[in-house]
């Protein structure tokens, strides 16, 4: 009786596991400027930080020619990490992310798009996390309703009613003379901001003031830049005792039509769980570019 030789074991293919991309360090501006000005809706603040004097506190990674960058901004006792994808990059921008680890400080603040924080979560702790939206002006023609009249460049803006019957001052620009003002503003409607005196001088602050000169109503900017041609808005704020009279609305409104005279993008980033700022800055013409997460990250 004859028999057939059993045929040997197919060998089980063995997965290949690609290696982790090499983490690149980018310094040139001007290739930074061009990569992400392709989405600037998303990257906004990226787009100011490379203007002096930010630029000087920046380290810019990625781990591709066309993938996510990161940016690592070194100001003040806790550095802050940006790192935003839209959805179809998010595994590659949790690569970046874990290619990072060995450079980013023990403590850090950070903005991270999907699946950002659970790239770094082998070896970063994530406290006070909060669900945020980056939202940008898309449709200015809704500002017009909260514009009121014409103004001359001393006025800065139509005036604003708190009431029937009682008038408030316009809608005015705010500098250096008007600081004791912004900070006792912030500390009855917006205490915790993030606010820093030299934004009255690197982009327009406006408020509107009751008829004793107190300043109840503010909106500002955190990023302002012209060579961009971008500007993020912050600080709306306002008193505790005005609020629900549009107050907010005037002011960031106004300030919008003022920017639009040097960028073409406008946003802001805002909880996501605040439902009155989110319907004033979609009464006002912004829509949701993003959703990410905020959180202070301390190495395990």
């Known amino acids: 009786m004859s028999s057939t030789p059993a045929s040997a074991p197919t060998p089980t293919p063995v997965p290949t596991v690609a290696s982790p991309a090499a983490l690149t360090s980018l310094h040139d501006r001007a290739a930074l400027a061009e990569r992400l000005g392709r989405d600037p809706e998303l990257h906004l603040f990226e787009l100011g930080d490379l203007d002096e004097p930010f630029w000087s506190h920046t380290a810019w990674y ?24 839209r959805p179809a990059h998010a595994d590659r921008l949790a690569g970046l992310l874990h290619a990072m680890r060995p450079v980013l400080p023990r403590r850090l603040l950070a903005h991270l798009t999907d699946g950002g924080l659970d790239a770094l979560a082998p070896d970063y702790r994530a406290e006070q996390r909060t669900a945020m939206l980056r939202m940008a002006l898309t449709d200015p023609s ?27 001052g316009p809608v005015a620009r705010l500098g250096a003379a008007d600081l004791a003002d912004l900070r006792a503003l912030f500390a009855a409607g917006y205490p915790g901001n993030w606010f820093d005196e030299r934004m009255l001088t ?6 509107i003031r009751d008829a004793g000169g107190r300043l109840l109503a503010t909106a500002g900017v955190h990023v302002h830049s012209a060579a961009r041609r971008v500007a993020v808005i912050g600080n709306v ?41 989110l319907a004033l800055y979609r009464r006002l013409g912004f829509t949701t570019v993003t959703g990410y997460e905020e959180a202070v990250l301390t190495a395990c």
């Open 62 to 85: 990625t781990t591709s020619a066309d993938g996510p960058v990161a940016l690592l901004y070194a100001v003040g006792d806790v550095p802050t990490l940006l790192g935003l994808a």
């Open 142 to 168: 809704a500002l017009a309703p909260h514009l009121g009249g014409a103004s001359d460049a001393r006025r800065f803006g139509p005036v604003a009613q708190l009431g029937p019957g009682r008038q408030l």
């Open 202 to 207: 690197t982009g327009p602050y406006v408020g």
């Open 237 to 277: 704020t306002t008193h505790p005792e005005a609020r629900g009279r549009g107050l907010a609305a005037a002011c960031t409104a106004r300030l919008c039509e003022v920017l639009a005279d040097s960028v073409d993008h406008i946003g802001l980033n805002v909880r996501a769980d605040h439902p009155t700022a």
